[in-house]
């Protein structure tokens, strides 16, 4: 069942001074109770969305609405949201109890309704026993839980997460993953992070929204971004991908590397050049002359886990595979693949584009053009 939405944008855009526009034309829905991360290179707009929802920032066009109301004017701190900075913003001269019962003590409630909040948000993130400790004596992932709290404290409707894990060491930042997505769940809070991490975001979220250059890319579940990518910039972005030039010579059935192969995919012009999506994983090695391709290694690490290695096929294109199979500089093998693992897409697609080509496709074969 659809959650109500809590934020909506529809047709924002955001230009600074310098005529730089940040953010064009982007409308997206927010939904309850659900971790939302905002994905993508650095300077394509996600931290900007972060600064309108929550305040800091005024959009050039468009409108932003909350619950229903249009709060484009609303000031930060009569909106019902906290947020989590990179650096975390804690006061240095404060305690962790002083630092957590900052926002309370701003609204002057009574010291006993202080205390059971504070002690109640420190239980939340497991810093029970903290509560006179000095910032300074913190670790990054203690401080890191601190800022959280702080911000949960005050019962928000959403809490702004804006890259709250890159300071840490990757064993902490990958326990500190599972630590805020329960931590979500447990509250049933809105989060929206925004990250650049591609594996965070498919390990952390419910829905991702990948930007690039002020645009929303795609949008969707891990699972659909990481299958279903959109065009080629979701596809190389989110993961590792062989991205290769092919034809689509009828529904369900593609051109790749000179020969025809069955797949999942239509809904487009007969004989139209196309590009196909094969995950490493995917790819499964065989002996010579056996599977669908033909190729030579010519290049392969060991990654522990698994081979990556680099093959090249008789049309020349270079394929990325990903076998626990020892392979050597120089073999001559085959690879195979299953027709569900090709994923067809036309060339820059747009979300928009796609989603109107399906639901024209899937018309035209329900009347049986």
């Not at 993130?125 to 992932?141: A, F, H, K, W």
Request: glycine share 8%; hydrophobic share 40%; with cysteine.
């Amino acid at each position: 069942m659809r959650n109500a939405s809590i934020i909506q944008f529809r047709h924002v855009t955001k230009q600074f001074n310098d005529e730089t526009v940040v953010l064009d034309d982007v409308s997206f829905e927010i939904e309850g109770g659900k971790f939302y991360t905002l994905l993508g290179p650095s300077g394509c707009g996600k931290t900007t969305i972060l600064r309108l929802i929550a305040g800091f920032i005024e959009p050039s066009e468009g409108e932003i609405f909350f619950n229903g109301k249009k709060i484009n004017q609303v000031p930060a701190n009569k909106r019902q949201v906290n947020t989590v900075f990179q650096d975390y913003a804690l006061f240095p001269h404060l305690n962790v109890f002083e630092n957590v019962a900052f926002g309370l003590r701003i609204k002057k409630m009574k010291k006993t309704a202080i205390e059971e909040k504070v002690s109640e948000a420190l239980s939340f993130v497991n810093l029970q026993g903290y509560e006179y400790r000095e910032i300074s004596e913190m670790s990054g992932g203690q401080r890191q839980r601190v800022a959280i709290a702080r911000a949960i404290v005050n019962e928000p409707k959403i809490i702004l997460l804006d890259e709250p894990l890159s300071a840490l060491d990757l064993k902490l930042r990958t326990q500190m993953q599972y630590e805020l997505r329960e931590l979500q769940r447990r509250l049933g809070i809105t989060f929206i992070f925004v990250t650049h991490d591609q594996e965070e975001a498919l390990a952390m979220s419910d829905e991702i929204f990948v930007l690039n250059k002020g645009k929303i890319q795609q949008s969707g579940t891990p699972i659909d971004i990481y299958d279903e990518p959109i065009n080629r910039f979701v596809a190389d972005f989110i993961g590792e991908s062989n991205i290769i030039k092919g034809k689509m010579i009828e529904d369900f059935l593609v051109e790749i590397a000179g020969k025809p192969f069955v797949c999942v995919d239509g809904g487009m012009n007969p004989n139209e050049p196309v590009e196909i999506v094969i995950r490493p994983e995917d790819l499964e090695i065989r002996p010579e002359g056996e599977g669908k391709l033909s190729v030579t290694v010519i290049s392969q690490l060991f990654r522990g886990v698994h081979y990556e290695a680099h093959c090249r096929d008789l049309e020349g294109n270079v394929w990325l595979v990903h076998t626990t199979k020892k392979i050597q500089v120089g073999d001559k093998l085959g690879l195979d693949f299953n027709p569900e693992d090709i994923h067809v897409m036309r060339f820059d697609e747009s979300e928009e584009d796609f989603d109107r080509r399906i639901e024209q496709y899937t018309e035209d074969e329900s009347l049986g053009k």
